[in-house]
């Protein structure tokens, strides 16, 4: 979570050259208006694509690490599950440090490159290699909590967001002020979490979890109506490289929002072994 967060902050707080003002809708074109359709489809269809890279990483690598074979298990943890060898070595050594942080250096070493020179195509295989990587890091959920637990915390997620993005559209209503209290929102999660890995509260853990998917709730109605308001106002320009880059980026971050609600749901939901 504390790396969800962190990468949420980056993100939402450097796109500043991709912010804009809200564009009076009673100007709109049938043309912008189908290019709105068009574009909005691209972000969800970019985001779908990636939530599914991060899924089969995470579920392949989970493969990968344990076993049901006593035979080959290098290591037993206290739920029973059985490590291989490469389970062992992934969450058992330091390398669990570079799995757990390599997003983020990915975000912060990648993302000012990509805003400024890469082209579409380009923006968007980093993308899918950002998932990739968070699904690596992602899969030590399917040694800690069932599947079923996993799996109906994911379509409760999904129902959320759904109707939190689908309000972020269709609202009449300029939300753009909740922009920087959901931000500072997002910085008090990330200092309560890295003061809380010395803690071990689980009061304070039960607290940050709560906030968590409120404010991360907001940010999916706040992303989705400035992912439509950037293309409105830019539309007009005739830019495609810059809109198809802009869908890109609402993806990922509508990707984060998801996968950070995701992540503090299954504190409340998930079934802990």
């Given at each position: 979570?504390?790396?969800?967060?962190?990468?949420?902050?980056?993100?939402?707080?450097?796109m500043a050259d991709y912010n804009?003002?809200?564009?009076?809708a009673g100007s709109r074109t049938?043309?912008?208006?189908?290019?709105?359709?068009?574009?909005?489809?691209?972000?969800?269809?970019?985001?779908?694509?990636?939530?599914?890279?991060?899924?089969?990483?995470?579920?392949?690598?989970?493969?990968?690490?344990?076993?049901?074979?006593?035979?080959?298990?290098?290591?037993?943890?206290?739920?029973?599950?059985?490590?291989?060898?490469?389970?062992?070595?992934?969450?058992?050594?330091?390398?669990?440090?570079?799995?757990?942080?390599?997003?983020?250096?990915?975000?912060?070493?990648?993302?000012?490159?990509?805003?400024?020179?890469?082209?579409?195509?380009?923006?968007?295989?980093?993308?899918?290699?950002?998932?990739?990587?968070?699904?690596?890091?992602?899969?030590?959920?399917?040694?800690?909590?069932?599947?079923?637990?996993?799996?109906?915390?994911?379509?409760?997620?999904?129902?959320?967001?759904?109707?939190?993005?689908?309000?972020?559209?269709?609202?009449?209503?300029d939300i753009s002020g909740w922009?920087?209290?959901?931000?500072?929102?997002?910085?008090?999660?990330?200092?309560?979490?890295?003061?809380?890995?010395?803690?071990?509260?689980?009061?304070?853990?039960?607290?940050?979890?709560?906030?968590?998917?409120?404010?991360?709730?907001?940010?999916?109605?706040?992303?989705?109506?400035?992912?439509?308001?950037?293309?409105?106002?830019?539309?007009?320009?005739?830019?495609?490289?810059?809109?198809?880059?802009?869908?890109?980026?609402?993806?990922?971050?509508?990707?984060?929002?998801?996968?950070?609600?995701?992540?503090?749901?299954?504190?409340?939901?998930?079934?802990?072994?």
């Amino acid at each position: 979570r504390e790396t969800f967060a962190a990468l949420t902050l980056f993100l939402e707080t450097n796109m500043a050259d991709y912010n804009t003002a809200t564009a009076n809708a009673g100007s709109r074109t049938a043309a912008i208006d189908a290019g709105l359709r068009a574009h909005m489809n691209k972000v969800y269809s970019t985001m779908s694509v990636g939530m599914v890279i991060t899924a089969v990483a995470a579920w392949a690598i989970a493969g990968l690490a344990t076993t049901t074979d006593p035979t080959l298990a290098a290591a037993q943890l206290p739920n029973g599950k059985l490590l291989t060898g490469f389970g062992l070595t992934i969450y058992g050594t330091p390398l669990k440090y570079v799995i757990m942080f390599a997003p983020l250096a990915v975000l912060f070493l990648g993302m000012g490159k990509v805003m400024r020179s890469a082209s579409a195509a380009g923006a968007q295989l980093f993308f899918f290699v950002f998932a990739t990587l968070i699904g690596l890091s992602l899969s030590s959920i399917f040694i800690r909590y069932t599947g079923h637990s996993i799996t109906q915390t994911f379509l409760v997620t999904a129902i959320a967001f759904a109707g939190l993005s689908l309000f972020g559209y269709t609202t009449k209503n300029d939300i753009s002020g909740w922009g920087s209290f959901l931000i500072m929102g997002v910085i008090g999660l990330v200092v309560a979490m890295i003061v809380n890995i010395f803690l071990q509260s689980p009061a304070l853990l039960f607290a940050i979890s709560g906030i968590g998917v409120l404010v991360f709730a907001g940010l999916t109605a706040y992303d989705t109506q400035n992912i439509k308001n950037q293309y409105l106002a830019h539309a007009h320009h005739g830019d495609q490289d810059w809109l198809a880059k802009s869908a890109i980026f609402g993806a990922l971050n509508l990707y984060l929002d998801f996968l950070n609600m995701f992540s503090f749901l299954l504190m409340f939901m998930g079934n802990n072994e």
